[in-house]
């Protein structure tokens, strides 16, 4: 069945709530109105005001609770409405979310699955793009979920369901009604830190997830290139061999995405690449991302997020090395 990322990501939730009656969907305006992007729509009526409950404004109270629901067995999906909102409920997030299993010794396991919109290219306002994937990645106990394409969504989301440990999930807003593919409707799994690779090539590789992907894409098409592209998927757990394999076999590396750059999860790339292929490469590692800024204005934003251009010419210094 052809699917949006909107589409595919409620498909999943409601397998996933099918399957496990103790699933709950808790957010700002996730029943009535079925969530900012309606990504729940429909869910209220299936499942009842006990299983789909709108909660008041404040991000930590809606972490903490579910903190407490997936404590006492259930299984919560809270959404944040945006990922510069989901910072109120950080304390949360990492001195508790992250830490309860290790804190416990695995005497009690914490599953629950934060959702937020993430990044832009959608003329959003101030907190309404912001690309925090290397903030929670950076914490243990935290698996950090960024789909670049609705059947991914609704594979990583089953498998998200299906785990014991607190997901991250973040989703590219420009992405949910950006395009549309064929996706199974029955439930299926893409595991955690396997990522894909889109494209066979040998002349260079191209790391990056998430809006990039359609980015990346485009580029090597128009230009017919022999790129091999990988998308990670996730961004903790990490595929480091995938990642790893394609840099030795290709020898030239480009990693992109729009998050900022400084101490990015192109910088960590790049640090694992050095470690263990360094003398396999041809050149230095190239990282496209945004600017160390401030998310912009709405009238600036065409000049923070990398686009094709960016790419392109980060390939052509990259090959005329």
């Avoid at 700002?28 to 299936?46: M, N």
């Avoid at 299984?75 to 997030?93: K, R």
């Avoid at 590219?172 to 955690?192: A, G, H, I, S």
Wanted: proline residues 6%.
């Amino acid at each position: 069945m052809q699917m949006n990322m909107v589409s595919a990501l409620n498909n999943a939730l409601d397998l996933a709530m099918h399957e496990n009656e103790k699933m709950v969907i808790l957010g700002e305006d996730v029943a009535k109105d079925g969530g900012v992007f309606r990504v729940t729509d429909g869910l209220l009526a299936k499942y009842g005001e006990n299983r789909v409950i709108d909660t008041p404004l404040a991000e930590s109270s809606i972490v903490g609770t579910a903190i407490g629901m997936a404590i006492e067995g259930l299984l919560p999906v809270p959404e944040l409405q945006f990922a510069g909102f989901m910072y109120l409920a950080f304390s949360q997030i990492v001195n508790h979310a992250a830490r309860y299993r290790s804190r416990t010794r695995s005497a009690i396991t914490l599953p629950m699955i934060m959702r937020t919109p993430v990044s832009g290219g959608v003329r959003t306002l101030e907190h309404h793009s912001e690309s925090p994937e290397v903030e929670y990645a950076h914490i243990g106990g935290l698996i950090v979920v960024e789909p670049s394409n609705p059947y991914d969504a609704k594979g990583l989301m089953i498998s998200a369901a299906h785990g014991k440990d607190p997901v991250v999930f973040l989703e590219p807003t420009k992405l949910y009604r950006l395009f549309k593919q064929e996706v199974p409707e029955d439930m299926y799994e893409v595991p955690f830190g396997k990522a894909n690779v889109i494209k066979e090539g040998n002349d260079l590789t191209i790391i990056t997830y998430g809006t990039m992907v359609q980015v990346v894409k485009n580029v090597v098409e128009k230009r017919n290139l022999s790129a091999q592209i990988v998308d990670l998927r996730t961004i903790n757990p990490l595929d480091e061999k995938t990642i790893i394999d394609s840099a030795k076999k290709t020898g030239k590396v480009i990693v992109v995405h729009e998050a900022p750059l400084s101490f990015g999860v192109g910088a960590e790339i790049s640090a694992r690449i050095a470690e263990k292929a360094m003398f396999e490469l041809d050149a230095p590692i190239i990282r496209v991302g945004a600017p160390s800024l401030p998310y912009p204005f709405p009238a600036d934003e065409q000049y923070y997020v990398p686009n094709e251009i960016k790419v392109s010419k980060a390939i052509d210094k990259l090959l005329s090395v």
